[in-house]
Each structure stands twice: as C-alpha cells, then as structure tokens.
C-alpha cells in the first residue's frame, strides 16, 4: 500500500515475500543508495559497493519484481538506469509479529539498520576529518541515548512528534543550499524490569550516558532507509 507521503506501508499478511527480499543485505544497500543519490545503473552501483555488475543487476530485478524500483528515464539506449519508487518502506511490527515468519523477517531488518547506522557513523567520521563536512556540523551531529520512562501511548505520540517535525524541518529546508544529507535513526525499545536489579524496574540513571548531550535522539524502527 502506497501513502501520499512517498512511503510504502507493506502489510506483512499480503507482502510476506516482499518483506523477506528486504532482509538481504545487498538488497538494502542498493535501495538505499538510489533512494539517496537518484538513478544509478547496476554498472554504477556495482563501483559505488564493490559488488559485479550481474550481481547489482540480479539483485535489482528482484527489488523491481517486489515493487521497490523501477526503471528510470535512461540516458541513451544503451544503459538501464533504475530508481527507487518510493522514498520510505513502513510496516506495523504488531502485524509483523503475529504473521509466520514475521519475528524472524523483523529481527533481520532490524540488525540490517544497525549496520547501516554503523557505517553512516563511519563515513560521518570520515566527512568530518576530510573536511568534506564543514565545522558547523561538529556540534548539531551526534548520537545519543536516554532511557525515559513512557506508557505505550507516550512513546506512539513520541513517534509521531518526531515524524511530524522531521517533516516539518525538511520541507522548510527543501530549498536551502547548505542543506546536506542526514542519516536519522530513532528507537524506541522498551526493556521489562530486570529481576537482578532488584523491586522498582528499571532505573533511567542506571542507563549510559548520552555520548553526545547536545545532540538530537538519533527515524523510525519500521523503516528500512
């Protein structure tokens, strides 16, 4: 299911096989750098992962049997240029959880986008020390971690706080040439009482510090980027 705000909401009962091609890596990768820098040939993307060319080419054929990609204007007859169809791709982990396979499919997904956070980190790092980032994003740029205390209706409104400004920043920032790419993560991960650590539940103290206290919570879980 498509919405008008270029995300693809999937639904596990109907999109099962959809969702299982999500959980290769490559597959990701490849989307998510079309859905970053535009069109790209398999010729293109296969420089930019280190990757073959039959390789990137299998692969997004079968992101375009699912519906991710899709053919782009090419250049001259002799490329195939592909796009990404939609900026974002959702789904309800309540859904997820309760469909066979779904926990499985949930926790690959999952694991993928920390890899995808890791490598943003590096390649963060890397733009700071080249200089190919200037000064001025040393002190907004960041990852933090806080562990607040929230009913499941606090946290539901804290997501849609966050997708509402992101959206809000975003459009504003639309047409602002200092505007740069931003790789945003969130989690949101509610941990029961540990039983060694005594009667009360969890403490929000006893968690790490924030590695970055100026910098903003690092969207959403459900979203593959």
Do not use: C
Not at 123 to 151: C, F
């Amino acid at each position: 299911m498509d919405s008008e705000d270029g995300r693809r909401v999937l639904d596990p009962a109907q999109d099962g096989a959809a969702l299982k091609a999500l959980t290769h890596p490559l597959r990701l990768t490849l989307l998510g750098l079309l859905r970053q820098h535009g069109p790209a040939t398999a010729s293109e993307l296969a420089a930019r992962t280190g990757e073959s060319s039959a390789s990137t080419s299998y692969h997004l054929r079968v992101l375009a049997k699912y519906a991710f990609v899709t053919e782009a204007e090419h250049r001259d007859s002799r490329e195939r240029r592909w796009k990404s169809v939609h900026d974002m791709t959702s789904w309800s982990n309540e859904a997820m959880r309760r469909s066979p396979g779904g926990s499985t499919i949930l926790n690959v997904l999952h694991r993928r986008q920390i890899e995808h956070l890791q490598r943003s980190l590096d390649r963060h790092e890397a733009d700071l020390e080249s200089g190919r980032l200037g000064q001025e994003w040393q002190e907004p740029s960041g990852v933090s971690d806080s562990m607040p205390r929230l009913t499941p209706e606090s946290l539901a409104e804290l997501w849609e706080v966050l997708q509402a400004k992101t959206d809000e920043l975003t459009a504003r920032d639309a047409g602002d040439p200092r505007a740069e790419q931003v790789v945003l993560f969130t989690a949101g991960l509610p941990l029961a009482p540990d039983p060694a650590a005594g009667q009360g539940g969890a403490d929000a103290s006893a968690g790490p510090d924030a590695t970055d206290a100026g910098a903003p919570d690092a969207p959403a879980a459900g979203d593959a980027s």
